[in-house]
């Protein structure tokens, strides 16, 4: 059994639910906590959890409570989609419950698709179930926008199509697909965005199922064989009728939402991109490919295919827990030989960009004892706690955070005293913690962890 939960961001929420008690409790940190109505659902949750029983029983008990709501949503939906039950696909939805977006612990967008999925699955079972969608599309609200947004355009659509001339619906879907052009270019006009070529790799559906190394992608293309392949046979031989149910069009609305909308957007108001967009909205692919293929086949015969790819999936995922457990051991061994309430920053860091479970291990070893100074959420104006200028534990501006990120950064007078945490050279895992001087660059130092193999 893990001591710790290894999921990306979620030591950073919990290092920043630390730094919201003590700022609560009166310390001078030069931090502020602001009101906020989205991307703060998770955080309420580890803030009263913490408070009920310790740091090590709120991560554990909010990230246990996250899963079981996405899972059970992504059931609930599907079997909504189908008319019966989705325990067929239990275990691939297992696997979306593990996949991507829980590996980078982006908790709160993760929750609001899981309240997203019971919305979208209580619209879907008639009226007077509508006031439970109503409350579980609040929650979603609270918990990102995003992920909100998503299942309400999607309810809405599946409210439209079942009240619509049969005859109509094609129509219904070509004004939902030309909706989202037109989102695409008002977003383009009003907000600096980019768009990412690797979008179109989200088609495959199979993207959420590789959150570290190269050996995730036999368990991708094992999820491609029994998703598309299967699902497209079974389309075969259903003829035109596979291609005229609900669960088809939201589908394919998902499908071109995933290959116009931006990967990444500057929202008003915040000093930090919006960024994996294509990666989030690929996260809906599975569920509504799972409900779309089993709205199709009669008999699920693939079950045992199924739970053999998610015992592989999982097999890969507790050696690369045993792996992770070990580095971040290290992060609090080495963190815990410096002064207290000293600042430190991290130059060991995993893979670049998309899936690096290594970038905020140092948050959660400086709980209780030091303060993470290059962590990102108080200058990002994205989260309740926000960084005041010359705030002595954390980077006031996400400029210099920016250059941090990137391996640029040079240490200041005003950071003194500062210390870093870099790879122990000759060693595999272990890490050394020393003080910088003024003028020296903090260098990012990449190593593959989790390995690619073993």
């Known amino acids: 059994m893990q001591e710790r939960v290894q999921a990306g961001d979620l030591a950073s929420h919990l290092y920043n639910t630390w730094l919201v008690l003590l700022v609560k409790s009166g310390e001078p940190l030069g931090l502020e906590i602001v009101p906020q109505y989205s991307n703060v659902l998770f955080d309420w949750w580890l803030e009263g959890l913490w408070r009920a029983g310790g740091p090590v029983f709120a991560e554990k008990a909010a990230v246990s409570l996250a899963v079981l709501l996405f ?10 989609m189908t008319g019966r039950s989705a325990w067929p696909s239990a275990p691939l939805l297992a696997m979306v419950a593990y996949g991507w977006i829980y590996h ?10 899981a309240f997203g999925f019971w919305a979208m699955g209580f619209v879907m079972s008639g009226k007077r179930w509508w006031p439970l969608a109503a409350t579980a599309f609040g929650m979603a609200v609270l918990a990102h926008l995003l992920g909100a947004a998503i299942a309400g355009g999607l309810s809405l659509y599946a409210v439209a199509w079942s009240r619509i001339a049969e005859r109509r619906r094609r129509l219904l879907l070509g004004v939902g697909i030309g909706c989202l052009g037109a989102l695409s270019l008002l977003l383009k006009a009003g907000f600096p965005c980019s768009w990412s070529g690797y979008r179109f790799m989200h088609l495959l559906g199979a993207t959420p199922f590789v959150p570290f190394g190269v050996k995730y992608t036999l368990v991708a293309l094992a999820v491609f ?29 998902t499908l071109v939402a995933v290959a116009v909308l931006p990967s990444s957007l500057d929202w008003p108001g915040t000093n930090y991109s919006l960024n994996f967009l294509d990666w989030r909205l690929a996260q809906w692919l599975p569920p509504l490919f799972i409900g779309w293929r089993a709205s199709l086949i009669k008999r699920l015969l693939p079950d045992r295919y199924g739970v053999m790819v998610a015992a592989l999936y999982f097999g890969f995922l507790a050696a690369d827990y045993q792996v992770l457990g070990r580095v971040e051991q290290a992060f609090h061994e080495a963190v815990r030989r410096l002064p207290a309430k000293s600042r430190v920053v991290s130059g060991a860091t995993g893979l670049p960009m998309g899936r690096n479970p290594v970038n905020h291990m140092i948050s959660r070893a400086c709980i209780g004892h030091c303060f993470d100074y290059g962590n990102y959420e108080p200058a990002s104006a994205q989260f309740r706690i926000r960084a005041l200028a010359g705030s002595p534990v954390v980077m006031d501006s996400m400029n210099r955070v920016r250059e941090f990120q990137a391996g640029r950064y040079v240490v200041r007078d005003g950071d003194l005293p ?32 989790p390995p690619d193999w073993f």
Do not use: M
Request: glycine residues 8%.
């Open 71 to 80: 899972f059970w949503g992504a059931f609930f939906l599907i079997s909504r």
């Open 104 to 113: 980078q612990g982006f908790f709160n967008y993760y929750l609001s698709c």
């Open 225 to 253: 064989w029994i998703l598309p392949f299967h699902g497209l046979c079974a389309a075969l031989r259903e003829g035109r009728k596979a291609f005229a149910t609900s669960a088809a069009d939201l589908l394919a609305l």
């Open 418 to 449: 500062l210390y870093g945490v870099s790879w122990n050279e000759g060693k595999q895992f272990p890490l050394e913690a020393r003080p910088l001087r003024s003028g020296e660059r903090i260098v990012r130092q990449v190593r593959q962890v």
